[in-house]
């Protein structure tokens, strides 16, 4: 397994649409593997493939609260089938944009069709923390953040802030 960097706000890399996984086998599992020791390490409870640079749609997750105790879960091509007319608010944060967080409604509950670890099709019904973190996965597929949900105002103070961070960072490197 290996720890691979996590891009950041602003990187245009982000932005990308991910592409369908078309067969399941033993490089994806290796890439899935790493994705989870990166989230673990970071740490997060849920990580996109895209924010370790590969346009894919794969998705990990661990929301479990017990750090002893593991519950990886995989979701590979997922597909969301159903979401509630009611709305949850989260406070979301994301490690492709780190130190902020922001009150965020999404669905309370939804459906989701996937491929599993093995490559076989699954559906999972999902509601809580489960629901709002497998759809901030889900939107960074399409190149969405968190923050895109803000106010152009907000928004743009957290790009501007974490572009400052960015600058200061490579000045310090160099
Ligand atoms: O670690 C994470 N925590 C989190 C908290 C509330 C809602 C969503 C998340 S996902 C985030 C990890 C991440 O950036 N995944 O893309
Ligand atoms: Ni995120």
Redesign the pocket.
């Known amino acids: 397994m290996a720890l691979k960097k ?1 891009l950041t706000e602003p990187d245009p890399i982000l932005r990308q649409i991910s592409k369908p996984v078309e067969i399941v086998d033993d490089t994806i599992r290796k890439l899935m593997d790493d994705m989870l020791e990166t ?1 673990y390490a ?7 493939a895209i ?1 370790i640079g590969v346009p894919k749609r794969i ?1 990990v997750l661990d929301i479990s609260k017990d750090p002893e105790k593991k519950e990886p879960m995989y979701f590979i091509n997922p597909e969301k089938i159903y979401a509630s007319k009611d709305q949850a608010t ?8 780190p130190g902020q ?1 922001a009150e ?1 409604d999404r669905p309370d509950k939804c459906h989701i069709k996937y491929l599993d670890y093995n490559g076989n099709p699954k559906e999972l019904k999902a509601e809580g ?1 489960l629901a ?2 497998i759809q ?2 889900m ?2 597929l399409e190149g969405i953040l ?1 923050i895109d949900y803000l106010s152009k105002l907000k928004k743009s103070m957290i790009t501007k802030k974490l572009s400052k961070q960015k600058k200061e960072l490579e000045r310090i490197v160099v």
């Open positions: 996590i989230m970071a740490p997060g409870i849920g990580l996109a924010q998705i989260y406070e979301e944060g994301c490690l492709s944009v967080f965020i923390l709002t973190c901030h996965e939107d960074h968190f």
